[in-house]
């Protein structure tokens, strides 16, 4: 099978795509054939080992796992033996954000990492579910939102901006959301009361405050945010901050009236039925920028790495047919 490989952390021209034997499933794992997955932001740190810190999960000095890829959308085609709770056909979705090694034809996986794909979802927008909208889902349930409360989203038009800003749109809240110019009418049409173009103008020059401040970029700090943040108001980056401060700042929340929370994930037993469900009700649609062919994922995450896409970047497996 085709599969995008790397022996060391490396770049994004380092990686390969190359033949590699199948795998075989075990007697508790199941074989997906995959159809479509993404390459995200947990990609690019995986593939590069940046921060440093990710070395500590995905191995020290060289990664564990050489086939790329954390989440995926496709078919059950073999089961091993002790499984009994999937059937051969079934369309299923995952993540892993410390690695799939989905972005290839085939993996094997457990069932504990499995859950079926909505019927009116095809592989495409499911694969595209996933990463961002599994952070996304940390900044909502860290905090109590409550009717009437102004909220900011800073960077609403990535992975996990496009789908926060799905998520907080079911609240009784006025959202305000940054972007850039080309992003305005999405943005808007995803649910923000207030655009702020970041290319013109500083969110946090503004004369507005705000209950919750959520920056999905990591591109500001709390002691930037901090004036324009309410009494008792709480700041959440996706990022650890320059100085890794974002993890110790909570230490001090019983001191301050303006808090910081770090947006550890929660487990995807909790977070993917939940985006499973937005996904059949139609309350959450995912965002897709643009689509390669495994042949082409170097040139995906060349692009990724950038930090300018909009949405999630879809890579479709050209030998599996797309249902």
Not at 220 to 247: A, D, H, R
Request: aromatic share 10%; with cysteine; proline share 4%.
């Amino acid at each position: 099978m085709k599969a995008a490989i790397r022996r060391n952390y490396c770049s994004p021209r380092q990686l390969c795509v190359k033949e590699v034997k199948r795998p075989v499933p075990k007697d508790n794992e199941v074989l997906i054939k995959v159809y479509a997955t993404t390459v995200n932001r947990t990609d690019c740190a995986n593939l590069t080992a940046k921060p440093f810190i990710m070395r500590f999960v995905l191995g020290l000095f060289k990664p564990r796992k050489i086939i790329v890829g954390t989440d995926f959308s496709g078919e059950v085609i073999s089961i091993g033996a002790n499984v009994k709770s999937l059937n051969k056909g079934d369309r299923v979705f995952g993540f892993n954000d410390t690695g799939s090694e989905s972005q290839a034809e085939y993996l094997t996986t457990t069932v504990k990492n499995l859950f079926t794909v909505p019927q009116n979802i095809d592989h495409k927008q499911a694969a595209a579910s996933l990463e961002g909208a599994h952070y996304a889902y940390s900044f909502t349930h860290k905090v109590k939102i409550k009717s009437g409360q102004r909220i900011l989203i800073n960077g609403a038009t990535g992975a996990i901006g496009s789908a926060l800003l799905q998520f907080v749109r079911q609240y009784d809240v006025k959202i305000t959301a940054t972007g850039n110019t080309k992003n305005a009418q999405l943005i808007k049409s995803l649910g923000a009361d207030k655009f702020i173009d970041y290319t013109k103008e500083n969110f946090t020059d503004q004369n507005d405050t705000y209950d919750f401040i959520f920056d999905t970029v990591g591109k500001s700090t709390f002691g930037k945010c901090k004036p324009i943040l309410n009494k008792n108001g709480v700041y959440i980056s996706s990022e650890l901050g320059p100085y890794s401060q974002n993890v110790f700042y909570p230490l001090l929340n019983a001191i301050n009236n303006k808090k910081v929370i770090f947006p550890i994930p929660f487990d995807k037993q909790k977070t993917i039925p939940y985006i499973s469900n937005l996904l059949k009700t139609e309350k959450f649609k995912p965002v897709i920028d643009r689509e390669y062919q495994l042949d082409d994922i170097s040139k995906a995450y060349e692009y990724v790495i950038k930090g300018e896409k909009t949405g999630n970047v879809l890579i479709y497996i050209a030998n599996n047919h797309l249902a």
